[in-house]
């Protein structure tokens, strides 16, 4: 099973920056890593993705190390809106080849 | 262009019945999966369509089924329902060039 492990919950000041960690350390071969976030009972909601680089969009930074067995998603300048619950995911890009996926209960970030 | 559409949102059922959730997904994404979320066990998967055919499985009893159908679109069913199925059943489409998963507002399934 594609497993992950994250801290249940953490808190981040308004206007600083929130690092979220992530533990992936039976990621295989080209799985992705993925964050997406869910606020209230709200479908969850894409952030990032990434492989082996180090990615950056307009929501979030994406900080993988070099064994690539665990992530850092950071929110450069949290607010009230980035209180959410976090999730960390690996798989393939497309459909089929998964195994099976473990959301777990993410973290919740209280901003 | 239009999201992941799930219906109906809310539903309450009673033990021992059963139902049925439909999930449209985005036009032209090709792969549905299905993920059921309660307060203690967080957002687990159920599994996962690809082209009418199901690719992958997560731990659920055989009452928890689905199918995909040739425009795409996808429903789920359970059948003899208990208790401990009430949750929120969230669907989602896969963008296949990112990988990306688009999620609907899920239909929040009651049983008493």
């Known amino acids: 099973d594609a497993k992950t492990t994250q801290p249940p919950s953490m808190d981040c000041a308004e206007g600083r920056a929130a690092n979220l960690p992530c533990n992936h350390s039976?990621?295989?071969?080209?799985?992705?890593v993925y964050w997406y976030r869910q606020i209230h009972s709200q479908g969850p909601q894409y952030i990032i993705h990434?492989?082996?680089?180090?990615e950056t969009n307009e929501m979030a930074s994406l900080i993988i190390t070099e064994d690539r067995k665990s992530s850092t998603l950071i929110l450069p300048h949290a607010t009230l809106r980035d209180t959410a619950v976090y999730y960390c995911i690996v798989r393939f890009p497309n459909a089929g080849n998964n195994r099976k996926l473990i959301w777990g209960l993410g973290t919740s970030l209280a901003v | 262009k239009a999201g992941v559409t799930q219906t109906p949102r809310y539903l309450i059922k009673t033990r021992g019945q059963q139902v049925t959730l439909s999930c449209s997904p985005i036009?032209?994404?090709?792969?549905v999966s299905w993920y059921q979320q309660t307060p203690g066990q967080g957002l687990q998967f159920l599994f996962e369509y690809f082209s009418e055919t199901q690719r992958n499985k997560g731990n659920f009893p055989g009452r928890f089924s689905g199918r995909q159908f040739s425009n795409s679109r996808s429903e789920m069913n359970v059948s003899t329902l208990e208790l401990g199925d009430s949750a929120l059943y969230l669907c989602?489409?896969?963008?296949?060039?990112?990988?990306?998963?688009?999620f609907g507002e899920g239909s929040r399934l009651t049983v008493l």
């Open positions: 036009s032209g994404h090709r792969s």
């Open positions: 039976t990621i295989s071969g080209n799985e992705y």
């Open positions: 989602a489409s896969l963008q296949g060039d990112t990988g990306e998963l688009f």
């Open positions: 990434g492989l082996k680089n180090n």
